[in-house]
């Protein structure tokens, strides 16, 4: 079955989302017809305004999921991760913010109806799946792209939602790490690695970011429950 593109892109709402003692900004997207939500975790030194995660987010709400970019830092934290780089690395803390994000989609009125998916690259990723591991109400999938799963250490084997590790071909060190952290995530056979042809770590190369977001939307297609269309 083939899905019409929407006749306009749908509009983009800034929000505020409290976590902790922050207050984190995020860009809200909501196609009219969505029944679930994609929120993102970025990688380290990244933000809302990724180029890349939002190419993907942008190709998520045609397919009819919601979406949803926050900063994961405050912007006296990244300035301060400017010169320290540690904050992008402290993968619990990050973690955490991802679960207060998802507590406050599911508290939301305009989203609390969604099913919730986690989209984490490089080091998001790692939050991402500790964040699926330790609060998996309403949590249907997470996609990974580029990402260090291995830093999810020892909640690996908890997380239950289906995961897709989306790995470029040549992108050898996160490759091997992919594929180590995949034994420890798949015991029931529910999550799955990915390798896109061509790609190096930041899917630059020609049709490479495409392939990843195709490849998510139909993962979280097929985990939301939505019927599996094309766009």
Request: proline share 7%; hydrophobic share 40%.
């Given at each position: 079955?083939?899905?019409?593109?929407?006749?306009?892109?749908?509009?983009?709402?800034?929000?505020?989302?409290?976590?902790?003692d922050?207050?984190?900004?995020?860009?809200?997207?909501i196609?009219?017809?969505?029944?679930?939500?994609?929120?993102?975790?970025?990688?380290?030194?990244?933000?809302?305004?990724?180029?890349?995660?939002?190419?993907?987010?942008?190709?998520?709400?045609?397919?009819?999921?919601?979406?949803?970019?926050?900063?994961?830092?405050?912007?006296?934290?990244?300035?301060?991760?400017?010169?320290?780089?540690?904050?992008?690395?402290?993968?619990?803390?990050?973690?955490?913010?991802?679960?207060?994000?998802?507590?406050?989609?599911?508290?939301?009125?305009?989203?609390?109806?969604?099913?919730?998916?986690?989209?984490?690259?490089?080091?998001?990723?790692?939050?991402?799946?500790?964040?699926?591991?330790?609060?998996?109400?309403n949590?249907?999938?997470?996609?990974?792209?580029?990402?260090?799963?291995?830093?999810?250490g020892?909640?690996?084997?908890?997380?239950?939602?289906?995961?897709?590790?989306?790995?470029?071909?040549?992108?050898?060190?996160?490759?091997?790490?992919?594929k180590?952290?995949?034994?420890?995530?798949?015991?029931?056979?529910?999550?799955?690695?990915?390798?896109?042809?061509?790609?190096?770590?930041?899917?630059?190369?020609?049709?490479?970011?495409?392939?990843?977001?195709?490849?998510?939307?139909?993962?979280?297609?097929?985990?939301?429950?939505?019927?599996?269309?094309?766009?």
């Amino acid at each position: 079955m083939t899905s019409p593109l929407h006749n306009r892109a749908p509009e983009t709402t800034a929000v505020r989302i409290p976590a902790g003692d922050v207050v984190l900004s995020a860009d809200l997207t909501i196609p009219p017809d969505a029944r679930a939500i994609v929120a993102f975790a970025h990688g380290s030194g990244s933000s809302r305004h990724s180029t890349r995660n939002r190419y993907v987010a942008e190709t998520l709400n045609r397919y009819h999921f919601a979406t949803l970019l926050a900063d994961l830092l405050t912007e006296e934290e990244e300035i301060i991760d400017m010169r320290t780089r540690h904050l992008r690395f402290d993968i619990p803390m990050l973690a955490d913010r991802l679960i207060d994000i998802a507590t406050w989609l599911q508290r939301e009125p305009q989203t609390k109806h969604l099913k919730i998916g986690w989209f984490g690259a490089s080091t998001g990723a790692g939050a991402a799946l500790i964040a699926a591991a330790r609060r998996p109400e309403n949590i249907v999938a997470v996609v990974s792209r580029g990402g260090r799963p291995d830093l999810a250490g020892d909640y690996l084997p908890e997380v239950m939602v289906p995961v897709l590790l989306i790995v470029g071909e040549n992108d050898p060190e996160v490759l091997k790490l992919n594929k180590s952290a995949l034994t420890r995530l798949n015991p029931n056979g529910h999550s799955r690695l990915e390798i896109v042809p061509n790609a190096t770590h930041l899917f630059e190369e020609p049709g490479t970011l495409e392939a990843a977001a195709l490849l998510a939307a139909q993962w979280f297609q097929t985990h939301s429950g939505l019927p599996r269309e094309e766009v």
